[in-house]
């Protein structure tokens, strides 16, 4: 049901881009909506894994608070009339981030079906291997840092305008 869930959140908050930008539907709320929808979905996703001990916790907790703060850091930029693009980087980092979501949840959906998990042990055994998945997070995990810190990097006048002229 989880991985029923997830695709038709994901689906709709896709559909619902597409629609936006054909027919420039772009609203205030839509633009604080989205990208918050958009790190629910995935951090809803990594905080399950991590429950069920999948993933690190402190890896999620990094990935969480630097996507939340980026986020809201967008949000009330914009509010205040400021706008930070997002680099090409950024969007491979939540391409990324949304492919492993999608592997985890679907090869861990699938090991849990008796006729599958009992024909193919071996094969779920390799698919969600901690090591495996320990060094992909690892790496997501990097990436996330970094991008959030060249967002910082150059974004830092924008950002101090944005903290110091407070209207």
């Not at 993933?55 to 969480?64: D, F, P, R, S």
């Not at 861990?108 to 193919?120: A, C, G, I, W």
């Amino acid at each position: 049901m989880s991985l029923v869930v997830f695709i038709v959140a994901a689906l709709s908050d896709w559909y619902d881009g597409w629609l936006a930008r054909k027919f420039n539907y772009i609203t205030e709320w839509g633009k604080f909506m989205d990208p918050l929808a958009d790190k629910i979905l995935t951090s809803t996703a990594f905080l399950g894994f991590a429950i069920v001990g999948l993933l690190e916790w402190w890896m999620v907790v990094i990935v969480l608070i630097r996507d939340f703060a980026i986020t809201l850091l967008r949000v009330y930029a914009d509010k205040k009339g400021y706008i930070f693009k997002t680099s090409n980087y950024a969007k491979w980092k939540t391409m990324l981030q949304m492919v492993f979501l999608y592997y985890l949840l679907i090869v861990y959906v699938l090991s849990f079906v008796p006729t599958l998990s009992s024909k193919y042990t071996n094969v779920f055994n390799i698919l969600l291997d901690e090591k495996i998945i320990y060094y992909v997070m690892l790496l997501i995990t990097i990436i996330t840092v970094h991008t959030g810190y060249l967002y910082i990097r150059k974004n830092i006048d924008l950002i101090k305008k944005l903290f110091l002229n407070q209207n």
